[in-house]
């Protein structure tokens, strides 16, 4: 059907399909228009808060010369101007997650409505489809980033003590009217995460899933398991990757694959990595691995740092799944049982470190 053209027609759970998505030349219809163009106001400023993301060098030079003479107060204003528009910045990036998060659950509410399934959705609503795959985009190249950046919680982190320190001394602060505690708190918990927009994204399909009672869980991870299976079947067949005009569209589906699959695991109640999973994660890993290194990295990372969503007896296939992924760097492994957090084992690897958590429902 235009743009979008059957590709497979094999079953996982007897009804799931596979299809060649056109993400590059999917227009909305008419039925469409309404949420294409309230999702179409959010992400034409996407690609600015990336440049901006991208040109942020912090104040670690002002930072460290405040620091290292607390007396002088020349140095204090410097560093304390230096950072202050950065925070600025900072607050812009926030508020634009919120935006997308409001994006998304826009998104999801209209490619799982009754009374189509998941599938029809995608084959009718290809530009809705679309916009769903490039937030997804957007949010890991952010996340990609924020994590190579440690600057931003540097002088988040600066901003906040001096700002406590002048109200100690009631001194007034530029700067406080803008970034009030009460949001400053927000932000500090979301430039906490390792991957802010990910985990912004994850609670959003949660809450949605969580206030649609109404709505099968299965509707919304039917949607993210076939844009899976759609990207993955794109990126190993070769006729179908040939009809990619642009050359960065290979990039694009490879962070649309990792993205529903992270929002998969996150909503789904066994997770991504089960045997049940409807999602062919071997088949996933294997399409990363394919890529150059440099390249899929930070996808991998994001994989990573995924919260496994399987039982106990499941830990040695997960483990197996991540092992088989070329590189990364101690990987804190727990089993949660009862709420209580067991580790079991340590990895070495060659990255940061990424927790990588079990649960364990004892029944």
């Known amino acids: 059907m235009g743009n979008l053209i059957k590709v497979l027609t094999r079953d996982i759970d007897h009804n799931a399909a596979h299809f060649f998505l056109d993400f590059e030349n999917a227009q909305p219809t008419e039925s469409e228009k309404e949420i294409y163009n309230q999702v179409n106001v959010v992400l034409k400023d996407a690609e600015g808060i990336l440049e901006d993301l991208q040109s942020y060098r912090g104040a670690g030079h002002e930072i460290r010369e405040a620091i290292q ?13 230096a950072v202050v528009p950065l925070v ?21 509410g209209a490619l799982t409505s009754t009374p189509y399934s998941p599938t029809q959705h995608l084959e009718r609503e290809q530009a809705l489809a679309k916009q769903f795959a490039e937030i997804l985009h957007f949010t890991l190249r952010f996340d990609e980033l924020k994590m190579t950046n440690p600057a931003i919680q540097n002088d988040f982190s600066y901003y906040r003590r001096t700002l406590s320190r002048m109200r100690i ?21 979301f430039y906490a995460e390792a991957t802010p927009m990910l985990k912004t994204l994850s609670d959003a399909t949660t809450k949605f899933v969580s206030e649609n009672k109404n709505l099968p869980i299965e509707n919304t991870t039917d949607c993210l398991s ?49 045997k049940t999973s409807k999602i062919d994660m071997k088949g996933c890993i294997k399409v990363l691995k394919d890529q150059p290194p440099n390249s899929v990295e930070g996808l991998l990372n994001a994989l990573r740092c995924v919260y496994v969503h399987v039982r106990l007896y499941r830990k040695n296939t997960c483990k197996k799944m991540l092992q088989n992924v070329n590189n990364t760097k101690d990987v804190n492994i727990y089993v949660h049982v009862r709420k209580v957090q067991i580790p079991f084992c340590l990895l070495v690897t060659l990255c940061v470190n990424f927790q990588l958590q079990y649960f364990y429902n004892k029944e």
């Open 88 to 108: 600025g910045k900072l607050k812009k990036f926030y508020e634009f997650s919120q935006r997308l998060e409001a994006a998304l659950r826009g998104l999801l």
């Open 169 to 189: 001394n009631n001194v007034p602060a530029e700067g406080e009217n803008e970034v009030n505690n009460e949001l400053a708190n927000r932000m500090s918990l």
């Open 226 to 274: 076939t844009m899976a299976s759609v990207c993955r079947v794109m990126l190993e067949t070769p006729e179908y990757r040939s009809r990619f005009t642009n050359e960065e569209t290979v990039s694009f589906c490879l962070r649309v694959m990792v993205g529903v699959i992270i929002l998969y695991d996150h909503v789904h109640p066994v997770g991504a990595f089960a």
């Open 69 to 81: 003479h607390p007396a002088d107060e020349k140095l204090q204003e410097k560093a304390w101007g």
